[in-house]
């Protein structure tokens, strides 16, 4: 029994690559994010009357086995996402690991993805670099997040959407002001666009320009061991600034932390004007 692991283009569709094509063509059932964005390709590929299933977030335990007995009746299935490499930020990993553990041959396929397009493109350093999946929300899971942007001499890649990127952008001025900052926008598709440069430099053209929030968004971000850390002293900072003076949450920050006392005054300072 094989399974395919199917990449389809992140945004131009001429990207979907012959062997990708091949196979979906030869598939009994195509396995699917949503029905509306995967029958767009399958209009451009000429591919008509497939039929198709539907795995998201919201599938089961009782979905995944569905998909089991029909490759169990001999059925040819294949996986997509809606843009780009099936389980990359996508649904999918449990009924990979389901179909694994129940002895399915699983058959990836290589093609696009908007980790490595983004970085290739970068002008950031592309020997080590880790994915981070998408920007966190809460403070607790910032606290986390930063930790992994602490590693030095490394490329970390994550996603934004439209309507968070400049909160996002705000986050990494506050935390990494000193740091190297990539922001690319709508990879392969008609407006694609880079944005290079320190976190305040690129915060400002999006506070410019409001077409610029439009879209999807792979961000770059590369700090080097010259670069002091104030990602905790700013935590700290946003825990205390309303129960402790200025002067008292920095003598903390040094003692926990081990940042220049005067260094975290002074930055503490301009946060406050910037409020």
């Known amino acids: 029994m094989n399974f395919y692991i199917i990449p389809t283009p992140i945004g131009n569709l001429n990207d979907l690559t012959k062997r990708a094509k091949t196979t979906i063509e030869k598939l009994d059932i195509l396995i699917v994010e949503s029905k509306q964005k995967s029958r767009i390709l399958?209009?451009?590929?000429?591919?008509?009357?497939?039929?198709?299933?539907i795995y998201n977030d919201s599938s089961s335990?009782?979905?995944?086995?569905?998909?089991?007995?029909?490759?169990?009746?001999?059925?040819?299935?294949?996986?997509?996402?809606?843009?780009?490499?099936p389980l990359l930020s996508d649904p999918g990993f449990k009924l990979i690991r389901y179909l694994i553990d129940n002895y399915?041959?699983?058959?990836?396929?290589?093609?696009?993805?908007?980790?490595?397009?983004?970085?290739?493109?970068?002008?950031?350093?592309t020997d080590k670099f880790q994915f981070l999946g998408f920007f966190p929300k809460t403070a607790k899971d910032k606290a986390s997040f930063?930790?992994?942007?602490?590693?030095?001499?490394?490329?970390?890649?994550?996603f934004e959407s439209s309507h968070r990127i400049q909160k996002t952008l705000q986050d990494i001025f506050l935390n990494y002001p000193n740091s190297e900052l990539v922001v690319a926008k709508e990879l392969t598709k008609i407006h694609e666009k880079f944005l290079r440069g320190k976190p305040e430099k690129i915060l400002n053209e999006f506070k410019l320009d409001k077409?610029?929030?439009?879209?999807?968004?792979?961000?770059?971000?590369?700090?080097?061991?010259?670069?002091?850390?104030f990602s905790k002293a700013d935590l700290l900072f946003n825990l205390l600034r309303n129960k402790l003076p200025i002067k008292e949450i920095a003598k903390l920050s040094e003692k926990l932390f081990k940042n220049n006392k005067n260094k975290t005054y002074k930055r503490y300072l301009s946060f406050s004007k910037r409020n």
């Open 61 to 85: 335990a009782n979905n995944r086995k569905g998909i089991l007995d029909i490759l169990k009746a001999g059925k040819v299935c294949g996986l997509v996402s809606d843009a780009g490499t």
């Open 146 to 158: 930063y930790s992994e942007l602490n590693r030095k001499n490394i490329t970390s890649i994550f």
């Open 211 to 229: 077409n610029l929030s439009s879209g999807e968004f792979v961000i770059l971000f590369y700090k080097d061991d010259t670069v002091e850390d």
């Open 104 to 125: 399915v041959n699983v058959v990836p396929l290589p093609g696009p993805t908007s980790i490595t397009t983004g970085l290739i493109a970068s002008g950031l350093p």
């Open 42 to 53: 399958l209009e451009k590929i000429n591919v008509k009357d497939k039929k198709i299933l």
